[in-house]
């Protein structure tokens, strides 16, 4: 039976999730994924017209809060675990291309 | 003293027979001899907890009212955050991450005067069954050090099995409290959805995450309860008191339950492993002894659990794990040359495997074009298995069967066969994707004197008579006293 999931997807997956993956990783997870969603399409042994998705078990609706100030954490606590700082921004590498202005 | 309960220690320091400090340093001396073998902790605070443990003290000697839990070391699975330590859900990516503020649960055990002790070991981001995917550190089983303790949360479990604490915490989105506490020899109970708050747990399957205790007895899991259940308006997904109101878990715990009615899917037990069946058709038969009464019942879409969970929790994981992009906190590469690589290289460097298969899975499920087949079909399936449960209790006040299908397996076993351990998960799905509370409790032991847990699960909010049907067994047993002698 052909893979449910060949190398090609594996890698376009990978991008969609902003994951990097090896030569070696997208081999191996083709494999286990398509064996993985094999299983997953058991569920088509059901009939499910007319059963509404489940999202959550709950009956939840929205939750407002009342609209007052409240404290907020401050830069200095938000600021703590970044990886590269400048100031009180978080540092990132260059989004745009030399000369490629926006 | 380390024989005590949770309970029995705090009433022991409330009557000034024990100090506080006395249980803490004891427990680190356990700490000190055991963990090197267990390795359940990723961080301890000896410090800090005997600290605290000497406040406790101070506060009782002087007559000062005390919290629930006062002086009892306890740990937190290190999903939960805290404003000490790090928080790093055993993943490479929040390895030196600290948090800003203490998860909800935290500051109700602080609140309760509870000594925390440390931080234990699981699964990266609690994606898993036997914490072999941590990225940090092995964990291995009390009882047999060449056996996983289950998992994810299994560092709390091996943690209360081997005695470095006398209760803790942990999370359960497939099984991930029950399954591990089955496999130590603990009692480990997964509320309702949305009876704790999850302000402060790194998420994973939002829509399936809840916090519950880890612990020696029933009763202590009772007490644990009554500090972390709850309404939290920083959870909106935390239940409206007014519609299900939080009760004193201990309160009628002596109380049995008349006219017990026990509702069993003979087929599904069937499934386990001999001396699992064995062990629980026993505990059925003590039940029988109390009056209870055995019903058949069906569950019809059990089966088609694991398809749906591995559906929408892969879903729900790789949309909460867009977050880690290597900017705000994180690990960071030093190799991009541009943004996406800051976030596809930083991703690919500190995630593993488990993670990286499930944020796979789960993008894949939500992609265009394979939405409706996997992701909003697993829904649907999600919603028949939770009427399927609906209907069970109309005709019992509880559903028993296995926690797992075996006792703990070999580490290495099933790591490179993602779907069989995936399959390990079979009993304990089900309860997270139909919202209701399940408790394992300790019902025997294999031949290779590793421990069985028998499962029980009741309707939603049901947890005070959950623990009372759990604690007439306990009353009739020894199997929770039982504990490990550890050697390697």
Known sequence: MAKRIDEEQVRKVAKLGRLELSDAEVEEFAGQLSAILEYVEKMNELDTDGVEPLAHCLAVSNVFRDDVVAESLGTEKTLANAPERDGEFFKVPKILDEGGGA | ?488
Request: glycine share 8%; charged share 25%; hydrophobic share 40%.
């Open chain 2, 1 to 488: 003293m380390e024989e005590l309960s949770a309970r029995q220690l705090r009433d022991r320091i409330a009557a000034h027979e024990i100090s506080s400090v006395e249980a803490t340093e004891a427990v680190f001396e356990r700490i000190d001899r055991y963990e090197p073998v267990v390795g359940a902790y990723i961080n301890t605070f000896e410090e800090r907890a005997l600290a605290k443990a000497a406040e406790v003290d101070k506060r009782i000697a002087a007559g000062e009212q005390v919290g629930e839990l006062a002086g009892v070391p306890v740990a937190v699975k290190d999903n939960m955050c805290t404003t000490f330590g790090a928080t790093t859900c055993a993943s490479k990516i929040l390895e030196n991450f600290h948090s800003p503020y203490n998860a909800a649960v935290v500051e109700k055990l602080l609140g309760a005067d509870a000594v925390i002790v440390g931080k234990t070991n699981l699964d990266e981001f609690a994606m898993g069954s036997s914490t072999e995917n941590s990225g940090l550190k092995q964990t291995v089983n009390p009882w047999d050090t060449s056996r996983v303790p289950g998992g994810s949360s299994g560092g709390s479990t091996a943690a209360v099995a081997a005695g470095m604490c006398y209760a803790a915490l942990g999370s359960d989105t497939g099984g991930s409290i029950r399954q591990p506490a089955s496999l130590c020899g603990v009692v480990g109970l997964k509320p309702t959805y949305g009876r704790v708050s999850r302000y402060g747990l790194v998420a994973y399957g939002s829509s399936l995450d809840q916090i519950g205790p880890v612990t020696r007895t029933v009763a202590d899991a009772a007490l644990l309860m009554n500090v972390i259940a709850g309404h939290d308006e920083r959870d909106s997904t935390s239940v409206d008191e007014r519609e299900a109101p939080v009760c004193d878990y201990l309160e009628k715990l002596d109380e049995p339950v008349s006219g017990l009615k026990i509702g069993v899917v003979p087929a599904l037990n069937a499934g386990a492993d001999e001396q699992v069946q064995k062990a629980v058709a026993d505990a059925l038969e003590v039940y029988k002894g109390l009056g209870a009464e055995v019903v058949e019942i069906e569950i019809p879409h059990f089966d088609y659990a694991i398809a749906a969970y591995y559906m929408v929790a892969t879903a729900e994981a790789s949309s909460n794990l867009a977050r880690y992009d290597g900017v705000h906190y994180g690990h960071r590469t030093k190799e991009a040359s541009d943004y996406v690589e800051v976030y596809s290289k930083s991703r690919a460097e500190a995630f593993g495997k488990e993670v990286k298969r499930r944020i796979m899975l789960g993008t894949y499920a939500l992609s265009s074009g394979y939405y409706d087949a996997y992701y909003l079909k697993a829904l649907k399936v999600r919603n028949l298995i939770r009427g399927d449960f609906t209907k069970a209790f109309e005709k019992c006040n509880c559903v028993m069967m296995p926690i797992s299908p075996t006792t703990a397996f070999k580490i290495g076993e099933k790591v490179d066969d993602p779907l069989t351990m995936y399959l390990s998960d079979i009993y304990t799905i089900a309860a997270n994707l139909a919202g209701v509370p399940g408790i394992s409790i300790p019902c025997g032991f294999d031949g290779d004197n590793l421990p069985i847990g028998l499962q029980i699960i009741a309707p939603v909010f049901d947890e005070q008579k959950l623990l009372r049907i759990a604690h007439m067994f306990e009353k009739e047993t020894d199997w929770h006293i039982k504990r490990p002698t550890i050697s390697g």
